[in-house]
């Protein structure tokens, strides 16, 4: 696609012969929508009753830098129990009086040491404080000690912590800590921009395998008879993507071979035996996956680590960092998972290589990986990009899409899955319509360069396109990040004869929105966007006009060859609208 640079009222002409139009809004992925409709709507009940979110939101922030985050827990599924230590390896950025932790209530907290040290701490509910007396100076790293244990309780927004299930009369405990849910499995400082090394071991009881981020470094057989699984991740990690899973998994693997065609990596799955057989056919794509993202986006971050999959009893995935949760339904099942597990997958680039910034960016974390979603589904279909963004969209104004991708209340993050993740999608399509193909790209690629491994926040993506595009993008992140809703246009037209030949056409767009663009100080009631005409003649051939709409009430004149039968317009499905 040619990237123009829009600037004035311009026409600009191509020819095509168009295929079918796009389905109706929504008319496919039933059961995706349905499912985050439902879980839009669980997380709005969790909040509501919640009465405060901030208390289980974004914990304030700490003069001080994590290096690495070491679990040490002896998880028993049949008794739903948890024990151990979490060791936290710090250093104070600034003089430090005081660490701040949080806990649930449910969780014993049996003692904390700093250095080796016992060291007092006070508990309020499900934030736990160490005084540190004197104050510890900056620069120079500690590691604080917490010793735990109890029976996690299900909390937060998505019902997220340590899950006790059954599967075929086998007992299993898994987690599930996005956004604020580490507190209710084990002791952290919750923030997703402190990144860490980690280190999680794992004793399991007799017949159970222990799965977490990164390599298997070791797995030691104990005198009781019980399992340690040690895990090593080596890349940054955000706390909220740490992960314990424990039942009697099997275990296969895989092999992703790197873009240079030389370097490997395996993939470890770990699913119920009475899965297996079917989760060797359905995860028998994820190699080509891994493929499919690494030529668009960069080669696959954690390299030098795995890719896996474990099962878990919830009705969606988690993007844990190289080993994403699937629900067990997903890896058991006959039908056709690939949208999600394509989706978890780019999670692997967007969202656990590059982490939001804020709770308030998440859809930096969900917008990018239904966008590559709805790529791979365009690919698998065989249908144009314009056909599978249809999927993602319900075509109403006040709809299911009417929240701003950006979140103004990062407390509250999920509770409008619509605007994050559809709508976020949406962005990425519109943007890329807006800069081009290769700038769009080359901007993807440079935003992860410039935060890998690290955090980002919508101030940084736009940063990113508009140093590859090489003009300003506030006008598009307005309207389209930070704004509710959507444009609604009307079309109208008329043709007439030419002065000397052929026929003069008038097409006349409105704009009917009645919201205004946030963050504007200027034409706040107009959508600023590049927008197809396409012009149906009798003959039954077609030709696209793409303007650069600024107005309410804008007109643009044409002289064509032939008489006009029909002016529609984006009919590629480039732009997010409503058309009356």
């Known amino acids: 696609m040619i990237a123009f640079r829009w600037l004035v009222p311009l026409a600009f002409l191509s020819v095509s012969v168009l295929g079918s139009p796009p389905p109706d809004a929504g008319s496919c992925r039933p059961e995706v929508r349905a499912f985050r409709e439902a879980e839009m709507a669980r997380a709005a009940r969790r909040i509501e009753a919640l009465s405060h979110p901030e208390k289980y939101g974004v914990q304030p922030s700490q003069d001080l830098d994590i290096l690495e985050t070491h679990l040490d827990l002896f998880v028993d599924p049949e008794n739903e129990h948890v024990s151990g230590t979490v060791t936290l390896t710090f250093v104070p950025t600034a003089t430090l009086a005081?660490?701040?932790?949080?806990?649930?209530?449910?969780?014993?907290?049996?003692?904390?040491?700093?250095?080796?040290?016992?060291?007092?701490?006070?508990?309020?509910?499900?934030?736990?404080?160490?005084?540190f007396s004197p104050p510890l100076a900056a620069g120079k790293a500690h590691a604080l000690a917490v010793s735990y244990s109890g029976r996690p309780q299900v909390t937060g927004t998505l019902g997220g912590g340590m899950f006790f299930s059954r599967h075929d009369g086998v007992a299993s405990a898994t987690t599930l800590s996005e956004p604020f849910d580490s507190f209710a499995w084990w002791p952290c400082v919750d923030d997703l921009a402190d990144k860490s090394l980690a280190r999680i071991d794992l004793t399991v009881p007799p017949g159970m395998v222990g799965a977490s981020n990164g390599s298997l470094a070791d797995v030691e057989p104990n005198p009781d008879g019980t399992t340690t699984y040690r895990w090593v991740e080596s890349y940054p990690i955000s706390n909220y993507l740490i992960s314990a899973?424990?039942?009697?998994?099997?275990?296969?693997?895989?092999?992703?071979?790197?873009?240079?065609g030389i370097t490997t990596m395996p993939l470890q799955h770990f699913v119920y035996p009475e899965d297996l057989h079917r989760a060797l056919v359905n995860f028998s794509v994820i190699p080509e996956m891994i493929t499919f993202m690494a030529q668009m986006c960069g080669e696959y971050p954690f390299l030098g680590e795995k890719y896996g999959m474990v099962a878990f009893p919830w009705g969606g995935g988690m993007e844990h960092q190289?080993?994403?949760?699937?629900?067990?339904?997903?890896?058991?099942?006959?039908?056709?998972?690939?949208?999600?597990?394509?989706?978890?997958?780019?999670?692997q680039w967007w969202g656990d290589d590059v982490t939001c910034g804020t709770w308030n960016d998440v859809w930096l974390n969900e917008g990018f990986a239904t966008y590559f979603e709805a790529?791979?589904?365009?690919?698998?279909?065989?249908?144009?990009?314009?056909?599978?963004?249809?999927?993602?969209?319900?075509?109403?104004?006040?709809?299911?899409?009417?929240?701003?991708?950006?979140l103004r209340n990062g407390n509250t993050a999920f509770a409008?899955?619509?605007?994050?993740?559809?709508?976020?999608?949406?962005?990425?399509?519109?943007?890329?319509?807006?800069?081009?193909?290769?700038?769009?790209?080359?901007?993807l690629r440079a935003y992860r360069a410039a935060?890998?491994?690290?955090?980002?926040?919508?101030?940084?993506?736009?940063?990113?396109?508009?140093?590859?595009?090489?003009?300003?993008?506030?006008?598009?992140?307005?309207?389209?990040?930070?704004?509710?809703?959507?444009?609604?246009?009307?079309?109208?037209?008329?043709?007439?004869?030419?002065?000397?030949?052929?026929?003069?056409?008038?097409v006349t767009l409105e704009q009917?929105?009645?919201?205004?663009?946030?963050?504007?100080?200027?034409?706040?009631?107009?959508?600023?966007?590049?927008?197809?005409?396409?012009?149906?003649?009798?003959?039954?051939?077609?030709?696209?006009?793409?303007?650069?709409?600024?107005?309410?009430?804008?007109?643009?004149?044409f002289d064509v060859p032939k008489a006009v039968a029909s002016v529609g317009l984006d009919e590629e499905n480039y732009v997010l609208k409503v058309l009356q």
Do not use: C
Not at 245 to 260: I, P
Not at 459 to 479: H, I, K, N, T, V
Not at 519 to 543: A, K, N
């Open 416 to 443: 409008d899955t619509g605007a994050i993740y559809d709508k976020g999608a949406w962005v990425l399509h519109m943007l890329r319509r807006v800069v081009g193909d290769g700038a769009f790209f080359d901007a």
């Open 322 to 347: 190289t080993l994403t949760s699937v629900g067990d339904r997903f890896v058991g099942g006959s039908g056709s998972y690939g949208e999600l597990y394509l989706h978890e997958l780019a999670h």
């Open 451 to 506: 935060h890998a491994y690290g955090n980002a926040t919508t101030e940084d993506l736009r940063a990113a396109f508009e140093g590859e595009w090489g003009g300003d993008l506030s006008w598009f992140f307005d309207q389209w990040v930070y704004t509710v809703k959507r444009p609604i246009y009307r079309l109208r037209w008329s043709q007439e004869a030419g002065a000397s030949s052929g026929f003069r056409v008038v």
């Open 98 to 131: 005081r660490l701040d932790l949080r806990l649930h209530r449910a969780l014993s907290l049996g003692g904390t040491a700093l250095d080796g040290s016992a060291v007092a701490f006070r508990r309020k509910k499900d934030k736990v404080s160490v005084d």
């Open 375 to 406: 790529l791979w589904l365009a690919r698998e279909e065989n249908i144009p990009m314009g056909r599978a963004m249809a999927y993602f969209d319900d075509g109403q104004y006040d709809g299911y899409l009417r929240g701003s991708p950006y």
């Open 245 to 260: 899973n424990v039942t009697n998994y099997s275990q296969f693997g895989d092999l992703y071979t790197a873009l240079d």
């Open 512 to 557: 009917r929105q009645p919201h205004k663009v946030a963050r504007r100080t200027t034409r706040r009631d107009v959508y600023l966007m590049p927008l197809d005409l396409i012009l149906h003649f009798e003959d039954g051939t077609s030709e696209i006009r793409t303007v650069w709409n600024d107005q309410r009430v804008q007109s643009f004149d």
